[in-house]
């Protein structure tokens, strides 16, 4: 079985600062690739981050870096210089590569910045 | 920036009745896929579909769900008999490709069962 575990259910921080959201995950399989998606209120899931499993640097995307520790199975994510509108729902999704693409989601983490 | 486009945005039904959920994928997408989210839960994996069939779905998806695309453009999900539990925000995905190929979310379908 494939699970995603966001033991974070709500987290604040301060306008400018950093955070760290983490996230752990389970499977037997060895190909795979990680994401994490951001749902502020309007709903949309905004891809913010992928990481393919097979590579060992960590995928960095402006103020957006995470820390993937393949043997850990721990893909948390980073925000640097957070800004107000970062204020949202994080989920942290894989997905196994075969046929069917289906992404396993996270519970989610509520993210405040506070300005 | 092309979008994942559903509607309606809010959907009331009564239970017991069928229900289609609407969705245009971004155009040059192949794969596209259902989710949904119970309030206060996590998105759960409902269906995926290729080359006009269902490649994998979820044990969610049972006999009374299916989805279709009845042309080049939308991608449905019908409901039939629908239950209290059904209640939900319904998410509709497309990618280009698959492996890391993203997953582009529409805004949703509130799908609320009185």
């Known amino acids: 079985a494939q699970t995603v575990t966001q033991s974070q259910p709500e987290m604040s921080v301060q306008e400018a600062e950093t955070v760290t959201l983490s996230c752990t995950y389970d499977?037997?399989?060895?190909?795979?690739?990680l994401f994490w998606y951001k749902q502020p209120p309007s709903r949309q899931m905004i891809l913010v981050i992928r990481?393919?499993?097979?590579?060992?640097q960590n995928a960095t995307e402006n103020r957006f870096s995470v820390n993937f520790q393949k043997a850990a199975k721990s893909f948390s994510l980073k925000i640097s210089d957070s800004q107000l509108g970062d204020t949202a729902m994080y989920f942290c999704a894989f997905m196994i590569r075969r046929p069917g693409n289906q992404f396993y989601f996270g519970t989610g983490t509520s993210l405040t910045v506070i300005p | 920036e092309p979008e994942v486009t559903q509607t309606p945005s809010h959907q009331v039904t009564q239970m017991g009745q069928e229900v289609i959920l609407h969705c245009v994928p971004i155009?040059?997408?192949?794969?596209f896929y259902w989710y949904r989210q119970i309030l206060g839960q996590k998105v759960e994996f409902l269906v995926s579909?290729?080359?006009?069939?269902?490649?994998?779905k979820s044990e969610i998806f049972d006999d009374q769900f299916s989805v279709e695309r009845p042309d080049g453009s939308n991608f449905t999900l019908k409901i039939r008999s629908t239950k209290l539990e059904d209640s939900a925000m319904y998410f509709c995905?497309?990618?280009?490709?698959?492996?890391?190929?993203?997953?582009?979310f529409g805004d949703g379908t509130r799908l609320s069962i009185l």
């Open positions: 155009s040059n997408h192949l794969y």
């Open positions: 990481q393919e499993a097979y590579k060992q």
């Open positions: 499977t037997s399989e060895n190909n795979y690739y």
């Open positions: 995905a497309s990618s280009v490709g698959e492996g890391n190929q993203p997953q582009h």
């Open positions: 579909f290729y080359n006009n069939e269902i490649s994998e």
